[in-house]
């Protein structure tokens, strides 16, 4: 079978699967098989599959099928300038994070060696992008799950970056600082909106990752508490929650409280600066 084939068999299967994207879905899967980029599929169209490679495809698109997310399927995901190992410890990063760390650059871009607390990293990406597009920061993540931060550490060895990673239980305060920057995106799904959800959401990523209600409120009442003057929160928040977030920032004494559109033009990333020392 040729390399042509095999991706319009895959993207058949992945469209009859009701993947959203199959045939993205399909090059990724047949360029990882083959182990070159999505871009360079084109020339090697004509290609014969061998018979391992074949075997090999036939693997992940079965696993595909039964609509396990692709990032777990191929084993790694991109995030910003970092490739991230991911499998269901963890959730998946998503484009709307970037934009939360988009956000966290910006407030810190004045510091020289800022201190960045991350909580709830999963997979560290938020920790590790920071730490990777700003090198004088100083950035601890914590996570309550130990698979998560096992998978962290991981990721903090495959990237080559320094960073302090912690078990910790975000209910039971935040780890003391002064911090320049507290981040989270933390679990903000609804129980009854679980079986709403997506398959890929639903029945593969880590439930305690997912639901979590008064995560991000505990969140923003602890950062007050260990964040220094002139000192930011940034957060990402459920679809259709950043009016009311904000207006918890501002009851609880957060300024230049706002929200930031995600790529799909929706408020999704809310921050807000605490009262000056000075």
Same mark, same amino acid.
């Given at each position: 079978m040729t390399v042509?084939?095999?991706?319009?068999?895959?993207? +058949?299967r992945l469209e009859a699967a009701r993947c959203e994207t199959p045939r993205v879905d399909?090059?990724?899967?047949?360029?990882?098989?083959l182990g070159v980029t999505r871009s360079g599929l084109h020339a090697a169209r004509e290609r014969e599959l061998t018979n391992g490679a074949l075997a090999e495809l036939e693997r992940l698109v079965s696993r595909r099928e039964q609509r396990e997310p692709l990032a777990y399927v191929l084993g790694e995901w991109g995030f910003r300038r970092v490739v991230l190992k991911v499998d269901p410890r963890v959730l998946v990063p998503r484009p709307e994070t970037e934009v939360v760390v988009e956000r966290c650059l910006a407030l810190i871009a004045g510091l020289t060696e800022p201190r960045v607390l991350d909580v709830g990293t999963g997979s560290g990406a938020i920790a590790l992008a920071i730490?990777? +597009?700003?090198?004088?920061?100083?950035?601890?993540?914590?996570?309550?799950?130990?698979?998560?931060?096992?998978v962290?550490?991981?990721?903090?060895?495959?990237?080559g970056l320094a960073v302090e990673l912690v078990e910790w239980d975000l209910f039971d305060g935040l780890p003391v600082g002064p911090w320049d920057l507290v981040v989270s995106n933390?679990?903000?799904?609804?129980?009854? +909106?679980?079986?709403?959800?997506?398959?890929?959401?639903?029945d593969w990523e880590p439930r305690g990752a997912l639901v979590g209600e008064g995560a991000t409120e505990a969140v923003a009442r602890g950062a007050l508490a260990v964040l220094r003057g002139g000192a930011a929160?940034?957060?990402e928040v459920a679809d259709g929650d950043a009016g009311r977030i904000a207006e918890l920032l501002s009851e609880?004494?957060?300024?230049?409280?706002?929200?930031?559109?995600?790529?799909?033009?929706?408020?999704?990333?809310?921050?807000?600066?605490?009262?000056?020392?000075?």
């Open positions: 042509g084939n095999a991706l319009e068999r895959t993207a +058949e399909a090059e990724l899967l047949v360029s990882h098989v730490a990777d +597009e700003h090198p004088g920061a100083r950035v601890t993540g914590i996570d309550a799950s130990a698979d998560a931060l096992a962290a550490r991981e990721n903090e060895r495959r990237a933390p679990p903000y799904v609804r129980a009854d +909106e679980i079986e709403l959800l997506e398959p890929e959401v639903r929160l940034v957060l609880l004494g957060f300024s230049r409280v706002a929200t930031t559109k995600d790529l799909s033009g929706r408020d999704r990333v809310v921050e807000g600066v605490t009262t000056s020392a000075d």
